[in-house]
């Protein structure tokens, strides 16, 4: 159950587009469509951004969408805005029937 | 509106016990999977455990498996932690969250394992 690689930091201006990956090998995120991507603001609970590799659930913007590769998702915060900062987390489902998270990745709006 | 308020945590010394606690509303609350996830001071997040609606399936992290049992009462629309042996590594706030995909979240319950 190794947690799944993601950058520690990306940063962008706003009104850029950033993109924060999330590798893992093909019993977590390449064996399965049940990726997950979360945000969090400092002291708040994790918020679901995206769901099953790209699904956005109602009240998410539309500038965050997700994809996946092979072993490597993706979260795509486009339209960058300076509330968007905050850490982001990816998981998956395994093939152990568990989850797993990534390390998390902050992100500065410069 | 959905609510998910955990309770249940505190200091405990090395190798004690402790139960959490998450009441849930505003849903349906047996007909999704559970989760509790941690998260560490200053680390990121770990998923600790689920459990299904019925409470038939349940997994764990291999880190608790064997200390840490997870179950919930459906009439009382309740989940439950209770962990077993803590270590100072258990030390992180605990957060329900409801289904698989972890749509809602409780605020979390900071747990302490310290001498």
């Known amino acids: 159950q190794s947690a799944l690689t993601q950058p520690a930091s990306v940063s962008g201006s706003p009104g850029q587009s950033i993109t924060i990956s999330c590798t893992g090998t093909s019993s977590d995120v390449g064996g399965y469509n049940y990726v997950s991507w979360y945000q969090q603001h400092p002291g708040k609970a994790p918020k679901l951004m995206i769901y099953d590799v790209s699904k956005r659930p109602s009240g998410v913007s539309n500038r965050f969408s997700g994809s996946k590769s092979g072993n490597t998702a993706s979260l795509t915060i486009s339209g960058l805005q300076a509330e968007d900062e905050a850490d982001y987390y990816c998981s998956s489902y395994t093939s152990s029937s568990t989850w797993v998270f990534g390390g998390g990745t902050k992100l500065t709006v410069l | 509106e959905v609510q998910l308020v955990e309770s249940g945590g505190g200091l405990v010394q090395p190798g004690g016990s402790l139960r959490l606690s998450c009441a849930a509303s505003?849903?349906?609350?047996?007909?999704?999977?559970m989760s509790w996830v941690r998260q560490a001071p200053g680390k990121g997040l770990e998923w600790v455990a689920n459990?299904?609606?019925?409470?038939?399936?349940?997994y764990y992290v291999d880190s608790v498996k064997g200390r840490f049992t997870i179950s919930r009462d459906n009439a009382k629309n309740s989940l439950y932690l209770q962990m077993n042996s803590l270590r100072a590594e258990d030390t992180a706030v605990y957060y329900c969250?409801?289904?698989?995909?972890?749509?809602?979240w409780g605020q979390g319950t900071l747990v302490t394992v310290s001498s």
């Open positions: 459990i299904k609606q019925d409470g038939s399936e349940k």
């Open positions: 969250a409801r289904g698989l995909q972890r749509d809602y």
């Open positions: 505003g849903f349906t609350f047996s007909s999704y999977w």
